[in-house]
């Protein structure tokens, strides 16, 4: 056996274990999708056909809660995920220079994964650091008033070198 397949059996079987663990509780779901991504990094269509025969869910269900919602992804996401702040002042203040310069310095549009997989850009509406504006978040650090290439790279160097 490959150690790719050992290694996606075992991520299996802690998903089935979670499952097992959570599946009686009221309205699972939402927290058993978070788990599962937590576990693969996102939620491939094998992840979601399990997780709706193990919950006897239709899987039109479990596919509208994980489109719907933004926090999950169906594509594999970087170590990092870029979060850009599009709300009202951010953009005002940005946002779509700070968009463009992300995306010429990784290579890749809002919505992609860097090659390295390290960075991943995504959009959101809001993060509430107005003050801050243009604001991006990676993980759980805001980074704000990002107003030059130089600062981005600066920003982003930070996270090369923990990689």
């Known amino acids: 056996m490959a150690s790719s397949e050992i290694s996606d059996n075992i991520l299996y079987q802690k998903l089935q274990e979670m499952i097992a663990a959570k599946k009686d509780l009221r309205d699972p779901l939402i927290e058993i999708l978070r788990d599962a991504q937590e576990i693969f990094g996102y939620l491939p269509a094998a992840v979601q056909e399990l997780i709706a025969q193990e919950l006897n869910l239709p899987i039109s269900k479990v596919y509208g809660v994980v489109t719907f919602y933004n926090y999950f992804s169906q594509i594999p996401l970087g170590k990092y995920v870029i979060n850009v702040c599009t709300g009202t002042a951010c953009f005002v203040k940005g946002a779509p220079k700070l968009i463009q310069m992300l995306e010429d310095e990784l290579g890749i549009k809002a919505g992609e994964t860097s090659e390295d ?47």
């Open 117 to 163: 997989g390290l960075f991943t850009i995504s959009t959101v509406r809001c993060v509430g650091a107005c003050s801050l504006a243009p604001v991006l978040l990676i993980g759980e650090e805001t980074f704000g008033r990002i107003d030059s290439r130089a600062k981005l790279v600066e920003i982003l160097d930070k996270f090369r070198t923990l990689a």
